[in-house]
Nanobody, 117 residues
Framework: QVQLVESGGGLVQAGGSLRLSCVAS????????MGWYRQAPGNQRELVAR???????IYADSVKGRFTISRDNARKLVFLQMNDLEPEDTAVYYC???????????WGQGTQVTVSS
């Protein structure tokens, strides 16, 4: 059974930083692309960042230069370092694992990030 558990969300002032973590179980972690997605009220779920098994990264334009995704295969962890946070970053952030594009993937329960102005 796949399980993804996020942590690290919270309330932060604009300009501040948070680091989200996601620990995975039930998968051969090093083979998977890991991603962070977010969904704000009234908005669709959107990709924030992802990192492949070969450590290639991609970011949404809205977070480039501010967020960094990384992974620790030995500990089966993926991180999202979020700096220079803006109120527009307020959302529930979800961890995702996917083996290939056609894979249905698995999701964590989400962690709330709230950025006050």
């Amino acid at each position: 059974q796949v399980q993804l558990v996020e942590s690290g969300g919270g309330l932060v002032q604009a300009g501040g930083s948070l680091r989200l973590s996601c620990v995975a179980s039930g998968i051969i972690f090093r083979r998977y692309t890991m991603g962070w997605y977010r969904q704000a009220p009234g908005n669709q779920r959107e990709l924030v960042a992802r990192i492949t098994s070969s450590f290639t990264t991609i970011y949404a334009d809205s977070v480039k230069g501010r967020f960094t995704i990384s992974r620790d295969n030995a500990r089966k962890l993926v991180f999202l370092q979020m700096n220079d946070l803006e109120p527009e970053d307020t959302a529930v952030y979800y961890c995702n694992s996917r083996l290939f594009d056609g894979d249905l993937g698995d999701w964590g329960q989400g962690t709330q990030v709230t950025v006050s102005s």
